[in-house]
């Protein structure tokens, strides 16, 4: 496990290594989501963002069992881009699961007040969110490909660990947080 000590000295080492003259795609990425799912956390609120990660959680199950998913991939995309189209496929069922689940009584269901949540709680939530969904997406990309990625990226989003913490924080997450979210 990584102790905070060995933590603080990666993020300094990849903040030292920003070239923002030539940004690594993956950089890009990163930031953009986690520029857009702020964004996206305070115009939505907390219950919105759970259901958002409750989709995210089907939409994988669903992917994982989907044992023709290769068959009835396009040929254009060729045998060493799958990835492309597994990753558009995951991301079609998430916002079809999306979609669904917010015009059911699922989001009435999951919610407990009326409040949108607190800032906090929505930022904390965003922030696993858009984690969880980097990580699965990380998931879809060959390890001929890796090479590409940089190394703060594959330490915090791929790999077993990673995978295993972005899987597990959200619901630890949802266990602590309470519903009124009222609070300041």
Do not use: C
Not at 93 to 105: A, D, K, M
Not at 121 to 143: D, N, R, Y
């Amino acid at each position: 496990m990584i102790t905070s000590s060995e933590a603080i000295e990666t993020v300094n080492t990849f903040i030292a290594g920003i070239n923002f003259n030539e940004p690594t795609w993956d950089l890009f990425i990163i930031l953009f989501l986690l520029a857009g799912a702020f964004l996206y956390g305070l115009t939505l609120g907390r219950d919105r963002i759970i259901l958002v990660l409750i989709s995210i959680y089907m939409a994988l199950a669903v992917m994982h069992a989907m044992p023709f998913l290769d068959q009835i991939a396009p040929v254009e995309y060729g045998p060493n881009n799958i990835f492309v189209f597994r990753i558009i496929i995951f991301l079609v069922v998430f916002v079809v699961l999306f979609g669904i689940l917010s015009r059911s009584t699922a989001l009435s269901a999951l919610t407990q007040s009326s409040s949108p949540g607190a800032w906090w709680q929505i930022i904390v939530f965003s922030i696993l969110h858009v984690g969880l969904l980097a990580s699965i997406i990380m998931t879809f990309i060959p390890k001929e490909f890796y090479e590409n990625i940089s190394p703060i990226t594959k330490q915090w989003f791929i790999g077993e660990q990673a995978e295993f913490f972005w899987i597990v924080a959200p619901i630890v997450a949802l266990v602590f947080v309470r519903g009124d979210g009222d609070g300041e």
